[in-house]
C-alpha cells in the first residue's frame, strides 16, 4: 500500500494539533530573541548591523529550546512512565517522529530502526532549519562586523579565533556526518556507520552547552562597563542532557546486572530463539529491549521484541539471521547455517507424517554436544515500549499485525492465555488476531486461549510458514471450544499455475489445508477490512458473536494494529467506518 503524502501524515489528528502548537511556539520565539535583541539599548552597536543578527538571535533563541527537547524524545525509562498518563494529549508513541521534527542535527533519528515508530523527528526538522537561518545569519554578521568596523575584527578572526565561531563549525561537521548517515539508504546497507555517528551527539550537545563562550554578545550604556548580554540559554538547555547522561548511566548499570543465557532453539528457515533469565528484569506484554553481546560487537546493542509472556519461567527473543550483526551472533551461538538447514529438513519430514510435532525445534546445545562453546556473556537494557494492557478493557479486541509487526503479539496473546487461566481478563471476551506478514514469528508454544481467536495471516511468501505454523498447530490442536480459533490464512503472493493445481490437488477433500497443515484453509489475495468489520459488528448486533449480550448494550472492539504506516490509516478509516451506537471500534497504532 502506497505511503500517504506527507502532508496528509502531518496534518491529521493529534500531529495536526502537535504540529500547530510546535511550530507556532518556534515562531513566538524566534520573534521573541528577534525583539529582545532589537529593543536592548545597550547593544546599540550590534544592532548597526541590522537583520543579520536580529535573525542570528531570533535562530539562536530557537535552538536553544530545540537543545533541550532534542533529547527528551530518547529518554526511553521516562516515556515508560509517562505514556501512560499523557500519550492523550502529546504523541509520546511517536518520539522519533518528534525527534525528527525538532533534531535537524540529528537526522533520521536515534530510532527509527528501533521498533518506534516515527516520534522523534520533529526537532530535528526544526533544529536542522534554525541552524541553516542561525548560520547564515552569521556568516553576515561576520562579514558586516569587518565592514563596519564595529569591533576591530576581521571576518575570518572572527570565523576561526571567537570560541563560539569554533564550537559552532564542530556542531556543522558533526550534524552533516550524522545528517548523511541517517539517510535510510545507508541505514538499511550500513547500520553501523548511523550507529557510531550518532554517537557524536555527546560533543554536539558538549558544543551547543559551550556556544556561548567568549561573550560575543556584548555592550553597555554610556559610562557604565561592557558586560556579557547572553540569553544564557544554556542554563536551562544543559538540563536535557543532564537527564539523558543519568538515564545512561541507569541503563549501563541496570545492563551490567546478572543475566543468564539458558537456551538456545533453532527453528527451521534458520530463526532462533534466545531464552534467558535475568532476577531483576521485569517487563509486561508486548514490550522489547535492546541486546547487546560483546563478543560479537562490544557497542551495538539492537532491538528485539520480547515474545515470551510475563509469566513465563525465561525471557525469550526470536531473532532472524538477516543483518551482519544477527548473522555474526548466529555463528557464535551455533545456530549456523548447515544447522538451520538440518531443522528446515527434519521440519518437513514431520509435516509428511501429519504436521509438525514438539521437534519443530532443535536445542543447539544438545545437537553440538562437546563441539558447542561456552554461551557468551548477554547484557540486556530495557523493557521499554508502549504494553497492550488496555486489551482486557475491551470485550473484543482485535490485533493487526503485518512485518515484523507481528511478534510483539506474541508476548500479549500468550499473556491473554495467562491472565484467563487466573481468571483476571477483565471484561475481555474474544479476541480476533489479524496478521498480514511475511514474517512469521512463533507465538504459541503449548497452549490457548479459551477467548474466541480469529486469526487472519496474510502472508507474502509460503516458505516463510515453515517455523510458525508449527505453534498454530498447537494452538488449533488444544482447543476444546470449536468456536474459539479461526484461523484465516491470506497469501497475497503471485503463485503460478502449476502451483495452484497442485495445492487444489492436494486440499481436495483434506481435513488439513495444503499449505499450512492447518484446519483453516488458506485465502488467496489481500482481507477485505470492509467485511471483515461490518461481519463483526452484525455478528455482535445479532447475539451470535457475543452470547448473552443484550441489544441494547454498547460493545467496544479495541483494534490494536501493530505494522508499516500505511495500512494504519485504512484500518483506521474502516474502523471508524464500521462503527455504531451500539458498537464502537476503537483504533490504536502500537509502535515497538
Not at 500517504?4 to 489528528?13: A, D, H, N, Q, V
Not at 527453528?267 to 532476577?279: D, N, Q, T, W
Request: positive net charge; charged residues 20%.
Amino acid at each position: 500500500m502506497d505511503r500517504p503524502p506527507w502532508y496528509k501524515r502531518e496534518l491529521t489528528g493529534r500531529r495536526l494539533v502537535w504540529n500547530i502548537f510546535f511550530y507556532v511556539g518556534h515562531v513566538a520565539i524566534f520573534a521573541y530573541g528577534w525583539h529582545k535583541q532589537q529593543s536592548d539599548p545597550r547593544l546599540a552597536a550590534l544592532n548597526g548591523l541590522k537583520f543579520s543578527v536580529w535573525i542570528s538571535r531570533g535562530a539562536g533563541l530557537a535552538l536553544g529550546v530545540d537543545g533541550l527537547l532534542l533529547v527528551l524524545p530518547v529518554l526511553r525509562n521516562l516515556i515508560c512512565v509517562l505514556r501512560p498518563k499523557l500519550a492523550w494529549l502529546m504523541p509520546l508513541d511517536e518520539n522519533i517522529w518528534f525527534h525528527r521534527q525538532s533534531q535537524s542535527v540529528f537526522s533520521h533519528a536515534f530510532e527509527e530502526e528501533f521498533h518506534g515508530a516515527d516520534v522523534a523527528w520533529a526537532v530535528a526538522y526544526s533544529l536542522l532549519f534554525f541552524t541553516i537561518v542561525h548560520t547564515t545569519a552569521h556568516y553576515v554578521n561576520m562579514f558586516n562586523v569587518e565592514l563596519t568596523q564595529v569591533r576591530k575584527e576581521t571576518a575570518i578572526m572572527i570565523m576561526y579565533s571567537q570560541p563560539g565561531a569554533f564550537t559552532g563549525h564542530v556542531m556543522l561537521v558533526i550534524m552533516f556526518l550524522m545528517y548523511t548517515t541517517a539517510h535510510a539508504r545507508i541505514r538499511k546497507q550500513c547500520f553501523e556507520a548511523f550507529w557510531y555517528t550518532h554517537h557524536l551527539a555527546f560533543f554536539f550537545l558538549l558544543g551547543l552547552y559551550t556556544h556561548a563562550v567568549g561573550c560575543f554578545v556584548r555592550g553597555a550604556l554610556p559610562d557604565e562597563p561592557v558586560q556579557c548580554l547572553g540569553y544564557e540559554s544554556w542554563r536551562w538547555t544543559i538540563w536535557g542532557g543532564i537527564l539523558y547522561f543519568g538515564e545512561r548511566v541507569w541503563r549501563e548499570i541496570r545492563a551490567r546486572r546478572s543475566t543468564k543465557i539458558v537456551g538456545v532453539l533453532m527453528h527451521p528457515s534458520g530463526a532462533m530463539e534466545i531464552r534467558f533469565e535475568k532476577l531483576s528484569f521485569k517487563y509486561k506484554a508486548g514490550m522489547w529491549l535492546f541486546l547487546n553481546v560483546p563478543e560479537v560487537s562490544t557497542l551495538q546493542w539492537h532491538p528485539f521484541t520480547i515474545s515470551s509472556a510475563p509469566d513465563d519461567p525465561y525471557v525469550s527473543v526470536h531473532i532472524r539471521q538477516v543483518g551482519d550483526f544477527t548473522k555474526a551472533l548466529g555463528n557464535r551461538l551455533g545456530c549456523t547455517e548447515g544447522l538451520a538447514a538440518e531443522t528446515s529438513l527434519s521440519a518437513s519430514g514431520k509435516n509428511e507424517k501429519g504436521g509438525y510435532g514438539s521437534g519443530d525445534f532443535v536445542d543447539v546445545q544438545e545437537v553440538l554436544g562437546a563441539r558447542s562453546r561456552p554461551l557468551p556473556t548477554l547484557r540486556i537494557d530495557g523493557p521499554y515500549g508502549a504494553p497492550a494492557e488496555d486489551v482486557f478493557k475491551n470485550e473484543v479486541c482485535v490485533l493487526v499485525g503485518t512485518g515484523i509487526g507481528v511478534t510483539p503479539f506474541a508476548s500479549i496473546l500468550k499473556n491473554i492465555w495467562y491472565m484467563q487461566q487466573q481468571g483476571r481478563l477483565g471484561v475481555l471476551r474474544r479476541v480476533e488476531f489479524i496478521v498480514r506478514s511475511p514474517i512469521l514469528i512463533p507465538l504459541f508454544p503449548h497452549f490457548l486461549t479459551p477467548a474466541e481467536s480469529i486469526l487472519k495471516w496474510c502472508n507474502r511468501d509460503t516458505g516463510s510458514f515453515e517455523w510458525f505454523q508449527t505453534l498454530l498447530k498447537r494452538l488449533e490442536d488444544a482447543q476444546t471450544d470449536p468456536n474459539f480459533l479461526r484461523i484465516h490464512m491470506y497469501l497475497t503472493a503471485r503463485i503460478s499455475p502449476d502451483v495452484m493445481q497442485n495445492i487444489a490437488i492436494n486440499d481436495a477433500g483434506n481435513e488439513f489445508d495444503a499449505l499450512t497443515n492447518l484446519r483453516s484453509r488458506t485465502n488467496f489475495g489481500r482481507p477485505e477490512w470492509d467485511s471483515i468489520f461490518s461481519n463483526l459488528r452484525h455478528s455482535i448486533e445479532t447475539g451470535r458473536y457475543l452470547p448473552g449480550r443484550e441489544s441494547s448494550l454498547s460493545t467496544t472492539v479495541g483494534v490494536y494494529y501493530c505494522g508499516p504506516g500505511g495500512l494504519a490509516k485504512t484500518l483506521k478509516e474502516k474502523t471508524k467506518k464500521a462503527s455504531t451506537e451500539t458498537v464502537k471500534f476503537t483504533f490504536v497504532k502500537e509502535h515497538f
